[in-house]
């Protein structure tokens, strides 16, 4: 997948905190009426009274030509017209910064920023983009703190023209200057230098890069000097080179030199770690197209160490499903007897997770030995997975050997209540019930499938025994509105609303719908209305606005006002 392009959306506004300021310390400098007259005009500027603001810059800078604060008076008085939309004035104002303060990297590399942004708020991108690139160019000035931003657009821009060394460089300058004082654009240029040396490889690049960024993750870490033997660094490679090698279908030459490039990179390296080396041969597979040498190579780094390791044996089979005569030659290999669950666990996991091999899954699932996995480990992973893939028996199987028998039964209860298997569902339930602490859970869930099941007054019965309000009277009244019972609904809602304060504006809202449902218009709207009255700060109340509006209905008025 391409790096995606600038397209101008990056909000041009500087964020909060992004303002230049002038220094306690150098307040503390000043005469005692120079200090009083920037205080006023920074006030101003606070209070966001941009035209008195210019003014009050403009009257310092002229009654203290001589003042060391009249640069940053100067980017404020411009920061004022600018916010002021006057950004040709503005752009006059910083010019004079540039002019006069060149070299002062705290004010002049402002005014390279912001005239920058004027030019980007007329919509002249081109011109933004020049005094951005001084920026670049300049070593204080593109670790000004406003710089970040300003270089990632400029990336980007480059990127538009198909200059994607700039852009790489670019972004390579935010990522560094800024990981540690802006970690948001700073990883973001980290991420767009990371795919543009991976999609256009440069492998010396990118390692460079781990080292002067202190890694490729979110936050700066510990690295190495030389990353060329530093494992976590391979690591975040190949996963970024799987990340971004996709590429369309005529695109083929790209994405054979993109492969045989890295699986060239790969060479002579890491000869004992597998994960590093399935890589490097999946890579040569993808630019020779040659599943022999594929098989070849793959057998040939299984050889290459000799000790019997059950788990290894599993990530080669993974590795060989669609090669049915490999994958029975390393199945063969293992000694189910030897072999921890967990890797049993994973080939079963590899053969239901290939088409067409279900039937393999389920030979694997009978050599797990159930008897001696806890019962948090049949609950997740093993049964969230077999739940994942609908097995219905294996669940049941899986269940049954719980330790704890009604915590197991619990788990098989709630995979029928998803599956809306109410026919086995119910009776389950019914056998959970007299545990205790199971109980409420057990009859809630049978309600649930009778009422899936359309077999409403066997539900309420459930619903009722499973004291589990106020959710168990909310589908009691789905119920009863399911045998039209009206009015039943309604009072049972009333009791919700009457007696469950944190969900009465709730109840009031299904009361207004029991009423839609059942065509009868006017207690609809007063209900409506009703749920305005009494629970103005609600999320449902204004719903209920929208709907009345919608309806060119009245607002006002009682609650049994006409519409």
């Keep these: 997948m391409a790096l995606a392009a600038w397209s101008g959306g990056h909000h041009a506004r500087v964020c909060a905190g992004e303002e230049v300021t002038f220094p306690d310390e150098a307040y503390k400098k000043l005469e005692t009426f120079e200090e009083h007259s920037l205080r006023k005009a920074d006030k101003f500027f606070e209070a966001k009274n941009y035209k008195q603001g210019a003014a009050a810059f403009e009257a310092f800078i002229t009654e203290f030509a001589n003042s060391k604060a009249v640069p940053y008076a100067l980017v404020q008085k411009g920061r004022c017209l600018e916010l002021d939309n006057k950004r040709n004035a503005a752009l006059k104002t910083y010019t004079e910064i540039l002019d006069y303060f060149p070299n002062d990297g705290r004010y ?11 030019h980007w708020e007329n919509g002249d991108r081109e ?4 005094f951005w690139a001084r920026m670049a160019q300049d070593e204080n000035f593109s670790r000004h703190f406003l710089a970040a931003g300003a270089l990632n657009r400029l990336a980007d821009h480059y990127l538009s023209k198909d200059d994607a060394p700039r852009a790489a460089q670019t972004y390579r300058q935010v990522a560094v200057n800024f990981r540690k004082s802006n970690e948001r654009q700073a990883k973001e240029a980290l991420d767009k230098a990371v795919e543009l040396y991976v999609r256009k490889p440069d492998e010396e690049a990118l390692r460079a890069l781990y080292v002067e960024a202190q890694g490729f993750g979110a936050r700066p870490a510990k690295v190495e000097s030389d990353a060329a033997q530093d494992r976590s660094y391979w690591d975040q490679l190949r996963a970024a080179i799987r990340r971004h090698g996709a590429f369309e279908a005529a695109q083929a030459e790209l994405h054979d030199r993109y492969y045989r490039y890295w699986a060239g990179a790969f060479e002579g390296k890491f000869p004992n770690w597998d994960e590093f080396q399935i890589d490097r041969i999946d890579f040569a597979r993808e630019h020779d197209r040659d599943t022999a040498k594929w098989i070849e190579r793959l057998d040939a780094q299984f050889k290459s160490d000799a000790q019997d390791d059950g788990a290894r044996i599993v990530k080669w089979i993974a590795l060989f499903i669609g ?12 000694d189910f007897a030897k072999l921890k669950n967990e890797s049993i666990f994973e080939l079963m996991r590899a053969f239901f997770d290939a088409k067409g091999q279900e039937a393999r899954g389920r030979n694997v699932f009978e050599k797990l030995r159930l008897e001696e996995l806890g019962d948090d480990y049949k609950t997740n992973p ?8 609908k097995q219905d028996d294996l669940m049941e199987r899986l269940c049954a050997t719980f330790r704890n028998r009604p915590k197991g039964q619990a788990r098989l209860l709630e995979y029928y209540y998803h599956q809306r298997n109410a026919q086995k569902g119910v009776k389950l339930a019914d056998e959970l019930a007299p545990e205790a602490e199971y109980a409420g859970f057990a009859l809630f869930r049978k309600g649930e499938l009778l009422r899936f099941a ?15 309000p106020p959710q168990s009277l909310f589908h009691i009244a789905e119920c009863l509105v399911a045998q039209k019972q009206v009015p039943q609904a309604v009072a049972q809602l009333r009791e919700v609303e009457n007696f469950f304060k944190d969900h009465a504006s709730e109840a009031l809202w299904r009361i207004a719908h029991v009423y839609k449902d059942a065509g009868e218009q006017k207690p609809y709207v007063a209900s409506l209305r009703e749920l305005m009255n009494k629970y103005p700060k609600s999320g449902q109340s204004a719903y209920a606005h929208d709907l009345l509006e919608k309806m060119n209905v009245k607002i006002g008025g009682g609650v049994n006002a006409n519409p």
Aim: hydrophobic letters at 40%.
């Design 382 to 389: 093993l049964s969230a997975y077999l739940w994942s893939k």
């Design 323 to 334: 090669q049915d005569a490999k994958v029975e030659e390393y199945y063969q290999k293992l």
């Design 127 to 130: 011109k933004a983009m020049t």
């Design 108 to 118: 002049a590399a402002a005014a390279l920023y912001f005239s920058g942004l004027c």
């Design 454 to 468: 359309g077999k409403h007054a066997e539900a309420i019965a459930a619903y009722r025994q499973s004291d589990s």
